[in-house]
Structures are given as C-alpha cells and as structure tokens.
C-alpha cells in the first residue's frame, strides 16, 4: 500500500498483549503461538495523519501487519485482535514474500467504545506490488468502506441488470453478501449429497432442490 509518510506508526505489538485478554481461551493461544510469527501495528489513518474529513462512525483505521508462519490463520485470532484494539482495522498477512488483505464489517455496537465485527472479505494472496488499495474518499467512513469494497471484489458487486436495484449502503451490500453466501453453501451441501447418493429418486429429490436453491440465488 502506497500510504503517506504520515501516517507510519511501526510499532511491535508482543502477542502477549492479547494473551491478557479475557476472551483468550488455551485453544485461541495455540493458534498464536502456531500461526502468528509477529505483529506490527504499520499504520494509522485519521484526519490527523491524512487530509480526509472526520467520519461519523470511523475515527481512525489501523493497518495492522502480521508476519505468518504458514498460509494458514484462523479467523478467530483476527476477531480477538479487533476485539482487543477499539478501531476499525485493515490486515495485512505476509507469508513467503506474499501478501494477502482482510477487512471485518465492523459496526458499533450498542456498548459504547466497543465493536460488533461481522463478515470478514479478504483478497488473493499477491506479491507485495500485485495488491492495490488506494486510500479513496472525503471522510472516514468513506475511507474504510471503500477499503472493504476494494478487498471484497466481486462478492459486494452485484449485477443490477434485470431490473435489481444495487444495495444503498455497504452494510446492505453485506446483508444480500450473506444471504448469497448461505444459498450458495446450501447448494454445495445438497451437490455433495448427490454425489454420495445411490438411490436415483432421491438423486431426483435433491436435483429439484438445488434447482430452486439456483433460482433462489438468482431472484436476490
């Protein structure tokens, strides 16, 4: 990511940090020990650091650099990490000189200071000058929504053509986002029980259901 001077932080975050959180159970610490190598608080984005208006439910983006020791990271270190800092964070993973972006959904939630984190969008792991992220908007909110659609490709862009009207705000784009994602694991659970299946009227049974699961997903 090309960011200004500006905004550099580069600061070691000890995974002990996180050790200390209440949500950390023994299984969660393996999987830091075992995936995570270090961690490195790269970036902070705000008003202060770049010229973009406040935001209404953004202050500050963190990018957080992680150093793996595999391609592997388990969704959960990442929830606890974004539970543990009150910001809204971009990830950057690196692994064998390779790079892959995540981003969380992440809403406020009804506790003040705290965070709901939801869906979590990620890109193909690149080579360091493959992966494109510009820093785009007027304010804050815009900024880190424009981030989640960048990281999240295709899965938040959807075919407005026979009539469908394109979803107002990125947290609609997510909610159709889920919806699709859901049907679509409905249909990959029924094939594989096709695939299992021997009795040919079942067969038959389960093709009409993934039948009407495809139509579902085409009316969304």
């Known amino acids: 990511m090309n960011l200004p001077e500006t905004t550099l932080y580069g600061k070691k975050v000890p995974k002990q940090n996180f050790y200390d959180n209440p949500s950390m159970t023994p299984a969660l610490k393996r999987l ?9 608080w790269q970036n902070k984005i705000s008003p202060f650091t770049v010229n973009v208006g406040t935001g209404i439910y953004v202050s500050e983006i963190e990018i957080i650099h992680i150093q793996l020791n595999s391609y592997d990271l388990d969704k959960k270190v990442l929830q606890l990490i974004d ?16 790079i892959q972006a995540r981003i969380s959904f992440k ?18 792991w690149l080579s360091p000058s493959q992966l494109d992220l510009r820093l785009d908007g007027l304010s804050m909110d815009s900024v880190y929504e424009n981030f989640v659609y960048q990281i999240a490709g295709d ?24 919806k699709r994602q859901k049907i679509l694991s409905e249909i990959a659970a029924l094939n594989n029980k096709i695939q299992k299946e021997k009795q040919f009227n079942r067969q038959t049974e389960l093709y009409s259901q993934v039948k009407l699961k495809n139509k579902e997903l085409e009316e969304l």
């Open 155 to 178: 899965r938040l862009n959807f075919d407005t053509n026979a009539g469908k009207t394109e979803p107002e705000t990125l947290k609609d784009a997510v909610i159709l986002d889920g």
């Open 32 to 40: 830091f020990i075992d995936q995570v190598h270090s961690i490195v």
């Open 107 to 124: 809403e406020e939630s009804q506790k003040a200071g705290t965070f709901k984190i939801g869906t979590y969008y990620q890109t193909d």
């Open 83 to 98: 539970k543990t800092i009150p910001y809204h964070i971009l990830f950057l993973l690196e692994y064998r000189n390779e």
